[in-house]
């Protein structure tokens, strides 16, 4: 008798017969208990801890996929970086140069730069584009789609500053630069 009102009562709260929702709150619940049952007066700790647990594990997810999508657009023009780096290390070699080669080697590298970094920000936009439709714009609200868009931009300019930090010197030490 106490089994069919249970039963009733489940039909009533979960009218499908798809157990993972009614299995997936028991174990949230039971864990809440286990969780109150070990740290007895240090629940709210608890709490607080599993909390600054979930949202590390977030940003974790949302800077790996910002370190992809900046990769992703630096492989994109890793050719012609490594193009112009050679060309201008080669031209640093050889031991008849001109003032006039010189200037023409600056304006090629200024030049070289700039198309290099149009391309890498418009491969970083289309790949970012792509990530927000694919997970963001969907299934969030607005306020989360702020919030992961801006900590998206952050780990994204955080890699770039990266890159710039590794090709600054190479970019420098060309020998019309010194």
């Not at 997810?61 to 370190?67: E, H, K, N, P, R």
């Not at 193009?83 to 070289?112: E, H, M, P």
Request: hydrophobic share 55%.
């Amino acid at each position: 008798m106490l089994k069919e009102q249970l039963k009733k009562i489940k039909e009533r709260i979960f009218p499908k017969k798809d157990d993972t929702v009614l299995i997936i709150l028991l174990s949230i619940f039971l864990f809440l208990i286990a969780i109150i049952n070990l740290s007895g007066d240090r629940f709210g700790e608890a709490v607080w801890t599993i909390d600054f647990i979930l949202f590390g594990g977030a940003l974790l997810i949302i800077m790996v996929i910002a370190g992809f999508a900046t990769l992703k657009s630096l492989f994109f023009v890793a050719a012609e970086l490594s193009l112009l780096i050679f060309l201008s290390q080669s031209y640093c070699d050889i031991s008849n140069r001109s003032i006039v080669s010189d200037n023409a080697l600056k304006t090629f590298v200024v030049v070289g730069l700039l198309y290099i970094i149009f391309n890498f920000f418009h491969s970083l936009y289309k790949t970012v584009k792509k990530y927000y439709k694919k997970s963001i714009e969907k299934n969030t609200s607005l306020k989360e789609r702020i919030f992961g868009v801006i900590v998206f931009l952050i780990f994204t300019t955080f890699f770039m500053v990266q890159i710039y930090l590794i090709v600054n010197p190479i970019i420098l030490n060309i020998c019309v630069y010194k």
